[in-house]
């Protein structure tokens, strides 16, 4: 959009890049999460949601990645959404659908 000042443009496009992950198994932590994806696109940043805050407990089921480049994060869903990981079908989709 033409009105839109710099800072709202890098963080509409900060926001299309987000990949949201769902039902991981209990077990997966975040160099999995990483590795599932990584060779899709490089990635800026990535999280797995745990029981507790200190990243010991088991996965909550859930966590994100965001890519550098849509095009990678879009070639991600496509090929990895209802994919089996760690016993469990995969949900990946955009965080952030309508951004």
């Known amino acids: 959009p033409k009105d839109?000042?710099?800072?709202?443009?890098?963080r509409l496009k900060f926001l299309?890049?987000?990949v949201r992950v769902n039902n991981l198994p209990r077990q997966c932590?975040?160099?999995?999460?990483?590795?599932l994806f990584v060779g899709f696109g490089?990635?800026?940043?990535w999280h797995v949601a745990f029981d507790d805050d200190g990243?010991?407990?088991?996965?909550?089921g859930f966590g994100y990645v965001v890519?550098?480049?849509?095009?990678?994060a879009e070639e991600a869903i496509d090929v990895l959404n209802c994919c089996v990981f760690g016993g469990r079908k995969l949900r990946?989709?955009?965080t952030y659908p309508c951004a």
């Open 4 to 10: 839109l000042d710099a800072n709202s443009l890098r």
């Open 16 to 18: 299309r890049c987000f």
């Open 29 to 35: 932590c975040q160099e999995e999460l990483v590795g």
């Open 42 to 45: 490089p990635l800026r940043s």
């Open 55 to 60: 990243g010991f407990g088991a996965c909550s």
């Open 67 to 72: 890519f550098r480049h849509r095009a990678h």
């Open 92 to 94: 990946v989709d955009w």
